[in-house]
């Protein structure tokens, strides 16, 4: 077996539950979809900064290996619990044309900035079931009390005056408790 093979992003996501299919497959935004299911809704900002990017985004923003880029990394709550991890990255020249604002946002949602825009693009969707083998799932778990064995992903490129920007965000067990 090819170990590549386990790397790659899917167009589909595989075995999994209907409940969950819905969440995963919405091509809206996330954050409206939780925001309409959730009362105390609220972006939580856990990094923010100049970064390497995952090994998986490279080919896709067209980054060097080790080029420092602007990653953002955030939780979607519903009261306390967090229901979504949001990773962004987006290269550090993008950062003074298109995505100038993005380091300002704060606890203010990316996706929100991203719907609101008419002029911005969006890729087809990705996905993938993260394990311990991806530095996503790790950064993921840390604000759980107990890490499941796997966590489904799924990404896109937005872009915005031919600049891109990679998201990705990674769905926690609790969304499972917000009705679809």
């Given amino acids: 077996m090819n170990p590549a093979q386990f790397s790659r992003w899917l167009f589909a996501p595989l075995s999994i539950s209907p409940q969950a299919r819905g969440w995963l497959q919405n091509r809206g935004s996330l954050t409206r979809l939780i925001q309409l ?15 390497t990017a995952c090994e998986d985004e490279f080919a896709v923003l067209g980054l060097r290996p080790r080029e420092l880029a602007h990653v953002r990394e955030v939780y979607l709550y519903c009261g306390k619990t967090p229901v979504v991890f949001a990773h962004s990255v987006v290269a550090r020249k993008n950062l003074r044309g298109a995505w100038c604002g993005l380091s300002k946002l704060g606890n203010k ?56 920007i990679l998201v990705t965000e990674v769905f926690l067990p609790s969304i499972l408790d917000l009705v679809l």
Avoid: I, Y
Avoid at 37 to 51: G, I, K, M, N, Y
Avoid at 121 to 135: A, M
Avoid at 137 to 157: G, I, K, M, T, V
């Fill in 37 to 51: 299911r959730c009362r105390d809704f609220r972006v939580e900002p856990v990094f923010q900064s100049l970064a």
């Fill in 109 to 164: 949602s990316l996706g929100t900035m991203l719907f609101t825009n008419p002029v911005v693009k969006r890729t087809p969707l990705q996905f993938k079931k993260l394990n311990s083998g991806h530095p996503l799932f790790h950064r993921a778990c840390q604000d759980l009390q107990l890490a499941p064995f796997s966590l489904w992903a799924r990404r896109s490129l937005f872009s915005l005056h031919g600049q891109p």
